[in-house]
């Protein structure tokens, strides 16, 4: 945000700030505070515009502490700051002994608030790690609490526009000696501009320990250790009887993808020094990183943080809206798309010529190809964002006779013939249909849902359906891909696509709820679903949580990607080439439809074939 006059302050009142859409995008902006909260942060305002002058970058606060020892965290003019409310009798001296790991420098701390005396009520300013550690901690976790350790460090998110990597180099390490090293580890061209979405993965080795983003201890049966020479902390366990690696892997790390497990399992044998990936001796003791750790087996060194927070702000238009008594609810309108296609054919499993070869495209296509039938059945209104001209599904038995004609049907259609261009074709398709459906047409957004249908690519020994929904943590702030074969089309008029904070949390909370439901419907129609987390936010791929491309750029506030098995495991695949299978998956979604319908239309009962 800018920092305007004082006498625009004093005059503006709530609208005090003047912010750009990036900036305003932010929860907790001054139209949402209470008066009590407008007046700390027209204080803080005004406190900055006096220490820095008119027309300084200034970013929302986040207030965190308590009543009796307040904190404010923000971006001010390229850094990240503290504000240090006083209490009474305090100068700089006494705040520095108690805020600042070394109050020695507190002359330091004076010349930042440009020697401006101290008043009760207004913040004193303190760079972010001049703070005692539990302080400076408590600061970054308030600032950032979606931030969080992942397989290659600390992850964080850019959230501001003001935010700078040499900045935030400080912040989580403590000075600036690892910015260029940081910069060439997160592959940045340009380390003076971050974008916001931008994930920078810091190392905890670079993070001072009394920080304690690391975690202080591991589950049984694991154990902790630091290695002396390096420093970098490992979780130990001692191998059972029929231990194999890759059963260590699914149960301590939660990884669950095919490709993701043997990339895995190549690293423990080479960390551990083993022969090979077959054979494990009973009591060896192997080191596995602790970054790989799932959150089960983890004991945080974190305290929580208590954010003192002003009330949530009114969700953004798209945001679910109850259904008004006496209101009709109208038609419910279904985006379906059949994953992969054209020169695509998904995942393919089986031996070639064997009667469980299965390719997922072609299963994926069968399946929405019924799911369709019976959705229009039931009154909904959908669109398919894959279209076969042939008119070849659904089929009692599957093959690769078709696979290559599939066509996106924007305008002018588009013949798959790049899986990437597809899958942005697919975007904008899905996203031109939303905004024809939910501004031109007056249909509201929660009279539409997008559901991806695919099949999974797991460790053979898995079995089970599994949905994912968009985590808001990975959602994109633009989309906008470049080409003369966007340019052409019109449902990418718009060529960029912007996404809302606010409305990523809205979509992860809607959706979250709807993949429930499915799972639920299958369930209940007897179908396999996945025995440990068959609902997910994100899987991982070479070490970093991601999202499909639908999901991660879809504006339909409902949408989630089904896999409805696992092509990996041979009783799944042989399921799934069964046609009455593929029936009862489409059916087994479409009641899942038919049940948020009659939920969000205020039904408490939803019955099968409603």
């Known amino acids: 945000m800018v920092c305007v006059g004082v006498g625009a302050l004093q005059d503006a009142g709530s609208r005090a700030v003047i912010g750009t ?9 001054m139209r949402h505070l209470l008066p009590s909260a407008r007046g700390a942060v027209v204080c803080l305002l005004l406190s900055a515009c006096l220490l820095y002058g008119t027309g300084r970058a200034f970013a929302d606060p986040v207030n965190f502490g308590d009543a009796n020892a307040r904190m404010s965290v923000y971006w001010l003019n390229g850094m990240l700051v503290v504000g240090v409310y006083p209490q009474p009798n305090e100068g700089y001296i006494q705040i520095a002994r108690r805020v600042m790991s070394d109050p020695d420098g507190y002359q330091g701390i004076v010349k930042l608030n440009r020697k401006q005396p101290v008043m009760t009520g207004r913040p004193v300013v303190f760079p972010i790690a001049s703070l005692k550690p539990a302080l400076w901690s408590m600061a970054l976790h308030a600032m950032y609490p979606d931030d969080e350790l992942t397989e290659k460090g600390w992850a964080h998110t850019v959230t501001d526009p003001l935010e700078s990597l040499i900045q935030l180099t400080e912040a989580y390490t403590g000075s600036r000696r690892y910015f260029r090293q940081l910069a060439k580890l997160n592959h940045i061209r340009n380390p003076n501009v971050l974008r916001i979405g931008d994930e920078i993965t810091v190392p905890l080795r670079w993070i001072p320990d009394d920080l304690h983003f690391r975690p202080v201890a591991v589950a049984k049966p694991l154990r902790l250790e630091k290695d002396k020479k390096t420093g970098e902390l490992y ?56 970054e790989w750790l799932s959150e089960d087996y983890l004991v945080a060194g974190h305290m929580p943080v208590k954010r003192l927070q002003p009330p949530e702000p009114a969700p953004p238009k798209t945001a679910l809206q109850p259904v008004q008594p006496g209101k009709a609810f109208g038609p419910m309108y279904v985006i379906i798309d ?44 959908v669109f398919t964002t894959v279209v076969d001209p042939g008119n070849h599904y659904p089929r009692a038995k599957l093959s690769l006779a078709a696979l290559g004609d599939e066509v996106v049907p924007v305008s002018p259609p588009y013949k798959m013939r790049s899986s990437r261009v597809s899958i942005n074709m697919r975007v904008y398709l899905i996203n031109a249909l939303y905004r024809q459906l939910t501004q031109k047409q007056g249909v509201s957004p929660d009279h539409v849902v997008l559901v991806s249908i695919h099949g999974d690519a797991l460790a053979p020994t898995l079995r089970g359906a599994m949905v994912y929904y968009p985590d808001h943590r990975l959602r994109v702030h633009e989309f906008a891909p470049n080409g003369h074969v966007y340019r052409i089309r019109a449902q990418a008029a718009l060529r960029t696509i912007l996404f809302h904070p606010a409305q990523n949390r809205s979509a992860e909370d809607s959706s979250r709820g709807f993949a429930e439901q499915v799972m639920g419907a299958f369930r209940a129609d007897r179908l396999g679903v996945s025995h440990r987390k068959p609902v997910r936010p994100y899987y991982y791929r070479n070490g970093e949580r991601t999202l499909p491309g639908v999901l991660r750029y879809s504006l339909v506030p409902t949408s989630v990607l089904v896999e409805v098995a696992n092509l990996n495991n041979r009783a799944d695949r042989l399921g799934v080439l069964r046609p009455d299978t593929r029936q009862r998956v489409a059916q087994a979604l479409s009641d899942a439809l038919g049940a948020l319908r009659n939920q969000r239309s205020g039904t408490s009962v939803a019955r099968k074939g409603s």
Do not use: C
């Open 235 to 290: 979780a130990l366990y001692t191998v059972a009887q029929d231990d194999t690696l890759y059963s260590l892997l699914l149960r301590f790390t939660d990884r669950e993808r095919a490709e993701e497990i043997n990339r895995m399992s190549r690293l423990l044998v080479k960390l551990n020094g083993l022969r090979s990936e077959e054979r494990l001796l009973v009591g060896r003791t192997l080191r596995i990183p602790l």
């Open 338 to 381: 059949p994953g992969h296609g054209g020169v695509d054919p998904g995942a393919v499993y089986g031996k070639r010529g064997a009667p469980d070869r299965v390719w997922e495209h072609e299963v994926a296509f069968d399946v929405a190809t019924r799911l369709k039938a019976l959705l229009k059945a039931r009154g909904f209104k």
């Open 21 to 29: 859409d990036a900036n305003a995008s932010r929860e907790g902006t």
